[in-house]
Each structure stands twice: as C-alpha cells, then as structure tokens.
C-alpha cells in the first residue's frame, strides 16, 4: 500500500498537464449516474479502481479529464448493456496493460508487492523472538 | 562484536531507500502508455463524417490490401499543428492516411484542415473518444500503421518527426 501510495505521489509530480482545450460537453454518462442503483453501485466500484490514462495518479471516479469522462462514459455504458466489471476491467487491460487498473495481477512483477508484507512479518517475528530469547539469557 | 553491526542495518536500509528514491525523483519514469492493442485488427467502429466534404471512417475501410496510417489527432490538440508538415509529406509520398478526430466539432475540423492542409483520405469523428479506447490509445496526436488486412502493427505515441517519415514509409512499402 504504501508503496503504491508513493508511486501515485510521484506520478502525480510528473504528470504533464493535460490539453484539454476542447469545446465539446462531456460524454452523456461522465457526470450523470446510472438509473438502476445497483448497477451505478457497480460501475461507481469499477471506476474506482480504474486509472485516468492522462492524470495518471487519480482514478477515472475522481479525475476532471475529458479522458476520464469518456472512459467513465464507457463503463456505464456497457454496465448498463449488462456486461460485468471483470469483463471490463480485462477489455481494458487488452488495451492498455495492467497499468490501467488498480487492483494488479500476482505476477512476475507484481510478486514483490504481494510478498513484501509476509516477508516483513517473517523479519518482524524473527527479531522479536530473537531479542525475547535473548532477553530472557541476559536475565539468567 | 556482532550486535554493534546490526545497530547499523536500519541506517543502510534507509540509506538504500533514499537512494531510491533520489534515483527516481532524479530520472521520472517513462509516463506514456503504450497501446497493447498491436498485432490485433482493428475494432469494430463506424463514424460519421469529422466535417463537411470529407467521408467518414469505419474499420472495414482499413482492410482493402493497402496498409496505411490512421492518425488520431484532434483541432484543439496544439502538437498536431506541428505534425502536419509530417503527414503532408507522407501524403506527398503516396502513403494513405486516414484520420479519427476526438471530441471535435465540425468547423473547427475544417479550420484546422484549412490551416494545416488536408492529407486525409477519411477523418470519422470521435466525439466520445469511445474508438480511441478501443484502439488503447491514450492522447492526441497518436498515430497507428496497420495492414492490407487491417491489423494495427505499430503505433508513434507523440508527434511524427520529420527523420520518422522514411522509416514509415519504408515500413509500409514492406507491409505490401
């Protein structure tokens, strides 16, 4: 998490400021909400955890980027044609990697960040029971 | 002897960790993403006219024997200007090119191309950039080299520049 966290800090350093000097208004569901409650709940819950391609540190839910708008526009359309979040998020991926989501994959590159919290813990305990076991020999 | 190294570990992982981080706040990583959407046909699409006096573009177009370029691009998108001369010349070389316009209107459409010139054969308009998408494509300008058979092979995120055109052109003469 933190790492991610950082990552999306120094994302945020570099993101080149966006051109969006078009004259269009947004796409129909940018801003607008889905009639059906639950499947405004759903596309809400996949928006989060898709990434903004030109604001880089900010979900599709939060950023202002026409991009964003027209990904967000996107998503509800086909969540309202019926089709599910995982189905999305992987015609997504196709197009864009795993960059694109928030919720990466276990994989070659990503074993790191899944393992790195185990891997502290196993230090953590290692230490503790070191310095326990070693605690109780000096008292002796 | 031992224990007086170890009181020394926390300092030399932080030290390792603010090296990191100085390295990549010294050399950002690289932030353009790249389309994964190469080697595949192009999606399913049909947009109307971009402006008046041009013909719209729909992927069935991009699948009659002659590869070529389809380039993204848009009227309010400053670098595009610069990329004109670019695409004039690929033009001037015999090279098709087809446009898709995002979030664009009509007349400014057609000021741009009365500015700039017009190599396009098609621009389809994009209003929702919902091609764009499809296509993984994530700015403007970007351009795609697809196939006689109408599957993308490659795709210049950014401008064209002037030393890029006789490698396009090279690279679609052997697309034949």
């Known amino acids: 998490m933190r790492g991610r966290l950082f990552l999306a800090a120094i994302l945020a350093l570099f993101a080149a ?12 569901y940018a801003y607008q909400q889905l009639a059906d409650p639950a499947k405004e709940a759903k596309a809400k819950a996949l928006m989060e955890t898709l990434r903004c391609l030109v604001c880089q540190g900010q979900s599709i839910a939060d950023s202002d980027a026409p991009l964003a708008g027209d990904m967000r526009h996107e998503v509800r359309t086909k969540i ?5 979040p995982d189905a999305i998020r992987k ?4 197009r864009y990697g795993n960059w694109v989501s928030y919720d990466p994959p276990f ?3 990503t074993a790191l960040l899944w393992l790195a919290p185990l891997l502290f813990l196993a230090v953590g305990l290692w230490l503790a029971f070191g310095r326990l076991r070693g605690g109780g020999g000096e008292e002796s | 002897m031992r224990s ?8 030399a992982i932080m030290a ?6 100085i ?14 959407w190469i080697d595949k046909p192009m999606p399913l699409f049909d947009l109307p006219p971009a402006t008046e006096g041009v013909a719209g573009l729909k992927s069935s177009d991009l699948a009659d024997g002659k590869p070529r370029l389809v380039n993204v691009f848009a009227s309010w998108c400053i670098p595009c200007r610069a990329e004109a001369p670019q695409l004039e010349a690929l033009h001037a070389a015999g090279v098709p090119i087809d446009g898709i316009a995002i979030r664009d209107r009509p007349d400014d459409v057609a000021a741009f191309l009365r500015e700039n010139g017009n190599p396009f054969d098609r621009i389809g308009s994009d209003v929702q950039s919902s091609v764009q998408i ?6 403007v300008p970007e351009t795609f080299l697809v196939d006689g058979k109408g599957i993308i092979r490659e795709q210049i995120q950014g401008v064209i520049l002037q030393d890029d055109v006789p490698r396009i052109i090279a690279k679609l003469e052997a697309m034949k």
Do not use: K
């Open chain 1, 17 to 28: 400021p966006l051109a969006a000097q078009d004259r269009l208004p947004p796409a129909p």
């Open chain 1, 80 to 84: 309202a044609a019926g089709e599910s």
């Open chain 1, 91 to 94: 015609w997504l991926v196709a």
């Open chain 1, 107 to 109: 994989d070659g590159a």
């Open chain 2, 4 to 11: 007086r190294w170890v009181l020394f570990a926390p300092l």
């Open chain 2, 16 to 21: 390792l960790l603010f090296g990191a981080f």
């Open chain 2, 23 to 36: 390295y990549r706040l010294s050399v950002p990583p690289r932030t353009l993403i790249e389309s994964q």
């Open chain 2, 134 to 139: 499809a296509l993984g494509s994530s700015g």
